[in-house]
């Protein structure tokens, strides 16, 4: 099941919504995940099936953009997790960067 989410900064107030996991039908092919591009810095929606393994790209499943999500939920899409709060913010680099559901696609 397919996500929409907003993420929102409680330091900065940068603030973005994408994409998290496949549809039913589609999982196979396309699971957007939100990621920073190490590159450039910014906030990406990427598709994890194609590229997981590029190095351009830091998930927010990964261990390294998550903080202390104390009891709060843990979003999870078939092996994928993202913390619910506490992840890394790309603009001000605070691990105050909150997710929060919008809608189910
Ligand atoms: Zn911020």
Known sequence: MGQILNANCRNCNFETDFN???G???YHENCPVPAINKETGY???VNYITEKNNPLYL???DKQLKGDNG???VYQNFTLELNQTNNLCP???????DFAINMFY
């Open 20 to 22: 998290y996991g496949g």
């Open 24 to 26: 039913r039908f589609n």
């Open 43 to 45: 906030f990406e929606n």
């Open 59 to 61: 998930f927010y499943t």
């Open 71 to 73: 009891n709060n939920n």
């Open 91 to 97: 603009n001000c680099k605070q691990y105050s960067f």
